[in-house]
């Protein structure tokens, strides 16, 4: 038994309309359905309408631009970075344990 795609009334297989609800159910070609497509045609107008809305819009302010990504960043604080140098201790002192 199969449902109405409006209501889910279950219905008999022989079935033309839906008896609770009334909706046809006997199959309709679509209307706007087009023979002809072309695929390329329909990429090319896709691209261009993208191409068109983004061409009026700036970038989102916290996205920086290519030349601000690839200038290196300067050192705020020097010390951070910086690795101190290990204590240096002669080989007679190691040795003595001093």
Sequence with gaps: M????ECAQLLAPEARACPACGHDLRARPLADARDDRDEEQDNDELLAA???EG??????PWVPSLEDRM???PNTNPEVD?????RRVSWWRRLSGR
């Design 82 to 86: 910086v690795v101190p140098a290990p």
């Design 2 to 5: 199969t449902k109405c795609p």
């Design 55 to 60: 061409a009026h819009r700036p970038p989102p």
């Design 50 to 52: 993208v191409v068109q």
């Design 71 to 73: 200038k290196p960043k």
